[in-house]
């Protein structure tokens, strides 16, 4: 995967990380992810955080919503100073890179974070899930009937950028504790999706 390693290579790919991969509204919540992982010290330390969504460049976008968002993105990444530790790449709509970006961020035993104020469904909590990512997933909505909390997955209140913190930091320090448990809840994330 050259094109992807160079996608990454500010970030040490070798580093866990977590992601998100979504279009950039404020229904998404992307920002409010990107605004939570600079203010927390312990999660920085845990982890990278990789983001898959939108353009890079306000203009691109006919959605002033979304070109809001993006002007926000750059804002936030700079006042955080997130370079080395945060990587945003743009949106795909090649549906293979976004199982090889699922791949690559299970491969460094990451995780994705879905942190939308409300998902209807969420198609992207099932293909990470069958990627083997633990999946942090929005309460309300769609994610909350897919994951069983604490065992194949976890459930977070977008609202509450405390308890999406706190979780995300639990989990990857419990990792970091047991190796064995992120494989765990993996295999149990891969065992929910071929249920169905």
Not at 70 to 75: A, L, P, R
Not at 119 to 138: D, H, R, Y
Request: hydrophobic content about 40%; some cysteine; overall charge neutral.
């Amino acid at each position: 995967m050259p094109g992807l390693c160079r996608v990454v290579s500010r970030v040490n790919v070798f580093y866990p990380k977590f992601n998100i991969a979504a279009q950039l509204d404020i229904v998404k919540n992307v920002t409010g992810l990107t605004e939570w992982y600079g203010e927390n010290k312990r999660i920085r330390n845990l982890v990278n955080l990789v983001i898959v969504g939108g353009f890079f460049n306000p203009s691109k976008s006919n959605d002033r919503e979304e070109m809001a968002e993006i002007k926000k993105m750059h804002t936030l990444m700079e006042k955080y100073q997130s370079k080395g530790q945060m990587r945003w790449i743009a949106a795909q709509t090649d549906r293979y890179r976004n199982g090889e970006l699922y791949c690559c961020i299970a491969d460094t035993k990451g995780a994705f974070v879905q942190p939308a104020f409300c998902e209807a469904f969420g198609l992207t909590v099932i293909e990470t899930m069958n990627s083997g990512l633990p999946t942090f997933a929005t309460v309300h909505g769609g994610p909350a009937e897919i994951i069983v909390d604490g065992v194949l997955g976890f459930h977070i209140e977008p609202y509450n950028g405390d308890d999406m913190g706190s979780k995300l930091v639990e989990f990857f320090e419990k990792c970091k504790a047991h190796p064995g448990y992120w494989n765990k809840i993996s295999a149990a994330s891969l065992q929910r999706i071929n249920e169905w």
